[in-house]
Structure formats: structure tokens, C-alpha cells
């Protein structure tokens, strides 16, 4: 068993220490070139350095997205992992965004790769995909709970083609979304202050339609780039609000390579964020 405190206690500490907000780092092509590097290894290494060590100290979550650094192939995730060691000495957490979904031994093998502490890609939390049946998941829940970390669940996503799955109708008439998300109120039982299995709920959607207290974090992406803002968080979430944790990816990257940009961003951002989270 892990000696480390639960991942939703350690969020709920990080988020009153550093401000309810987590940065994306998601080094495509396009934002290499805006930084003025190639889109190659050495680019992705120095956007990545730069962004860790002006966030890493500050911001209560940091994201990187797994499909950037894997389409260099080994030497990219060699500066993933790298990425996520350095982050984690910072004080930040790290959540994996690799929306990993699959069945038996295989998922047994993606939680080993982002869950397990003697894992080189050892990560906080990491994001899953429950569209092969919550169930799938077991062994990533078992080896979240076993290592202190956390899942994040996909439930309603903010991409157009999400809605035909996630808001289709289960045969007790539930939407698949509000299934998963019982789910994961089912395994947030009895945790103080937070659970450790949150869900993913885009903060562009129009409305949430669901029911959101699952004592866990809500994962909200889509705030700067993709046009949502802290202000739009208490339309879709209602009086779960003080359980989201906004992202951020494009909003504060752009600003870069410039360190103080980008800690500003993000300052602002979490400030922002914090006035409505926290109703204060």
C-alpha cells in the first residue's frame, strides 16, 4: 500500500495552496512554431523544460498530454517521463492525460504504466475513457487506490461527436453519462475532503444535464483557447462548482516562451477561477 495520502486529499491541499487550476502542457506542432522551435525532439524538449520550470513551482496541477510526446517515439516519452519527474519534485501534481480505456490484462497494463510508483511515467492521476463498461476499469481504480493516486473518467466531454454516446439513454433511462458518473459517486463513498475518481466534464458545454455530485473533482478543460471562462463554470455545474478543478492549456501556452508570461497566465487564470470556485 502506498504511503502517500489519497489523491483527493492531496488535490483538495494543492488547490487551497496554489489555486484551483490545472495547465495543460500540450506540445503540438503548431505551438512549437508560435514558440519559434522545430517541431522535433530538441523543440519539444526545451518547450517542455520551460514550461515545468515556470509552473511546476506554482500551479496546483500540470497535464501533459501523453499523444505529443509519443509521436516521437521513444525519445520523446523519455522527455515525458523526465517532464513528469521534474514536475512532481516541483510540488505540482501531475494528471497523465492519456485516456486510456481497455479490458482485462490490458488495462491492468496501462494502470502499471501510469499508476504503478516504480513506473518511470508515474503520475498523480491519470485519465481514462469508461466507454467499454465501468467495470473495465477496475484494475486502474485498484492501482490508484493501492499507489494513493487518481483517476479521472471521462463523462461529458466538449467535442460535438461526444453527445451520441455520452448522452444516449441507458435501458433504466439514465443518460450513459449520468451511469458512469453514479459510478463514480459509488467510489467516492464516504471519502473526506474529496474522492480520488474524478470525472471529465468539458466547461464548453451548454448545460450539464446531469447530476455532478459525485464527491469528487470535475475535471473542466476548455477554458481560454476553446472560449469557456471561469465565469461560465457555475451555469454548467451548479452547486458541485466547488469541486472543479478548470484547465487551461492553449490560454496560458500561447504566452510563452517567456517564463513570466506564463506564470502570469496561469496566476491570472487560477485567480480567476478561485473567485468562483471558492465563491470568494
Given amino acids: 500500500m502506498s504511503t502517500q495520502a489519497p489523491f483527493g486529499a492531496r488535490l483538495h491541499e494543492a488547490v487551497r495552496a496554489r489555486g484551483p487550476l490545472c495547465v495543460g502542457i500540450d506540445p503540438h506542432a503548431s505551438l512549437l512554431k508560435d ?3 522545430d517541431d522535433d525532439v530538441a523543440g519539444l524538449e526545451r518547450f ?3 514550461t515545468v520550470e515556470a509552473l511546476a513551482d506554482r500551479v496546483a496541477v500540470l497535464k501533459p498530454q501523453s499523444a505529443f510526446f509519443e509521436r516521437f517515439g521513444s525519445r520523446g516519452i523519455a522527455v515525458l517521463e523526465k517532464s513528469v519527474a521534474e514536475a512532481r519534485d516541483a510540488g505540482a501534481l501531475v494528471l497523465m492525460d492519456a485516456k486510456r480505456g481497455d479490458i482485462g490484462s490490458t488495462m491492468a497494463a496501462y494502470a502499471s504504466a501510469f499508476l504503478d510508483p516504480s513506473s518511470p511515467l508515474f503520475s498523480d492521476a491519470v485519465t481514462l475513457s469508461p466507454y467499454l463498461g465501468f467495470g473495465s476499469l477496475r484494475p486502474a481504480l485498484s492501482a490508484a487506490g493501492a499507489s494513493g493516486s487518481g483517476v479521472f473518467v471521462l463523462a461529458l466531454t466538449s467535442n460535438p461527436e461526444g453527445a451520441e454516446v455520452q448522452r444516449s439513454t441507458a435501458a433504466d433511462g439514465r443518460s450513459l453519462a449520468q451511469v ?8 467516492n463513498v464516504d471519502a473526506w475532503p474529496l474522492g480520488s475518481v474524478g470525472a471529465v466534464v468539458g466547461a464548453t458545454l451548454a448545460d450539464a444535464g446531469v447530476n455532478l455530485a459525485i464527491n469528487g473533482p470535475l475535471l473542466a478543460p476548455g477554458i481560454g483557447a476553446q472560449g469557456a471562462t471561469p465565469a461560465d463554470l457555475p451555469r454548467i455545474f451548479g452547486s458541485s462548482v466547488g ?5 487551461v492549456s492553449r490560454g496560458v501556452l500561447s504566452r510563452g516562451p517567456d517564463a513570466a508570461a ?3 497566465a496561469a496566476a491570472r487564470l487560477a485567480d480567476e477561477a478561485a473567485s468562483v470556485v471558492s465563491g470568494g
Fill in 35 to 37: 514558440w519559434g522551435l
Fill in 180 to 187: 458512469m458518473l453514479d459510478h463514480m459517486a459509488a467510489e
Fill in 243 to 247: 469541486n472543479v478543478l478548470p484547465s
Fill in 48 to 50: 517542455t523544460r520551460t
Fill in 262 to 264: 506564463l506564470r502570469d
